[in-house]
């Protein structure tokens, strides 16, 4: 076990990136890992995964390196040099690595593991909204949750293939797969692998999708021949499984304010050979206004705070603002009055977020069915999965149904 000097550099110029350039760790990760066409899946692993856990506990590293932001490059190779101890590598003889104090590091850690924002490495705000939405000890678990590496799920497509299927035409591959109980479309990888460059994937058979995302088109309960609104469609991962659940049967419209979006969806329905969906841009109101009462479902999977992604989307615990998510409540409320109206009496709708929040779920859903347009509605169920009980994403979801 070493540090090679190729991936390590190219680790940092990524997290110079993310942490200066305020680019997206996705997007970076994505950037570096093509680097190298000579590096094995190894050396794609190590940089990777080490991107992600110096972004992951930024906080904490930068507190043990005694570092504060901007953070300069030398900076970045002490908090990578925080990493590199606390995960037992032997520290290289190379001059950014001098004098690493690998002691006090290991002290630092003890020491600062004791409080809970350091330990989890989250800003203080984010500390106290969670406390005082979910209580200390909840909060607690999940967060620590949400700081483990998030698994990779896969979604079988079964307009294509069935589970057993794939799952043997991938373990044909190496990689192996085990199903989830309850889920019927759901294959989780046993390891991480590239799945994206495996023909199964260009051939439609499957797409990457997070088990608790995968809930939700069931929640809608979509039958074939429906007229169906996706009204915050985005890339369309719960439009595709939509289409699958419809066996390309009847009308899917895919809605979202932005066309590069549904253009990504675009490609990925072609592959999935979902040919049911229509896709419209919400560039004004009369958009929406041509809909109304004519949809039998309807989804609104609502902008959020993600604070129940962070272990995919670890960056945004840095990029996220409190400012932001008293706005986005705001927004959520306005989505739900706008998009509800599109549901036809006896029609049933699903608010969705991938917040923990009850802010943004519970307390979003009891408000609108005390608006004008709420009132049209009964509460049928909802339902809350957290990280530290599922070990997948927290998700939230309400199914409401029209009065006739």
């Given amino acids: 076990m070493r540090l090679h000097r190729n991936l390590v550099y190219t680790t940092i110029d990524s997290l ?31 940089v990777a995964e080490t991107i992600y856990e110096v972004v992951r506990w930024k906080r904490l590293y930068a507190e043990i390196a005694e570092v504060k932001e901007p953070y300069n490059r030398e900076d970045i190779w002490r908090m990578f040099a925080v990493w590199a101890v606390l995960r037992g590598y032997p520290i290289p003889d190379w001059r950014q690595l001098e004098g690493t104090p690998e ?9 600062l593991s004791k409080v809970r924002k350091m330990r989890e490495s989250i800003p203080d705000w984010m500390d106290e909204l969670g406390a005082k939405e979910l209580g200390e000890e909840l909060w607690t678990k999940e967060i620590t949750a949400q700081n483990k590496q998030a698994q990779v799920i896969l979604r079988v497509n079964t307009l294509n293939t069935t589970r057993e299927k794939l799952h043997a035409i991938l373990m044909d591959l190496n990689i192996e797969t085990e199903f989830l109980p309850n889920q019927p479309d759901a294959l989780v990888l046993k390891e991480r692998a590239n799945v994206f460059m495996t ?44 289409a699958s659940l419809m066996q390309n049967k009847g009308q899917l419209i895919a809605m979202d304010l932005y066309e590069s979006k549904l253009k990504q969806l675009k490609l990925r329905a072609k592959r999935n050979g979902a040919f049911n969906i229509e896709y419209r841009i919400i560039d004004t109101t009369k958009v929406i206004k041509k809909l109304h009462e004519k949809a039998d479902r309807v989804l609104i999977d609502a ?13 945004a615990k840095w990029k996220l603002q409190p400012e932001f998510i008293d706005n986005i409540r705001k927004i959520q409320a306005e989505v739900l009055e706008s998009y509800s109206k599109i549901v036809k009496p006896g029609g049933k709708l699903v ?8 802010s943004e779920n519970e307390e979003q859903i009891k408000k609108f069915l005390n608006t004008e347009i709420g009132k049209s509605f009964n509460f049928i169920k909802d339902s809350k999965v957290l990280a530290s009980q599922s070990g997948f994403d927290g998700f939230y979801m309400a199914l409401l149904e029209r009065k006739l």
Wanted: hydrophobic share 40%; charged share 30%.
């Fill in 199 to 242: 023909d199964a994937f260009k051939a439609g058979l499957f797409e990457v999708q997070d088990a608790s995302s995968q809930l939700v088109a069931a929640f809608l309960d979509v039958q074939p021949g429906m007229r169906v609104v996706d009204t915050c469609a985005g890339a369309g991962g719960k439009t595709l499984h939509m």
């Fill in 303 to 315: 902008p959020c705070s993600g604070l129940g992604v962070l272990k995919r989307n670890p960056d």
């Fill in 351 to 358: 608010y969705a977020t991938c917040s923990i929040l009850p």
């Fill in 16 to 46: 110079n990136a993310i942490f200066n350039e305020s680019e997206y760790a996705d997007k970076v990760v994505a950037r570096a890992l093509k680097k190298d066409k000579r590096w094995g899946s190894s050396d794609r692993k190590f």
């Fill in 103 to 111: 002691r006090k590091i290991k002290g630092k850690f003890d020491e």
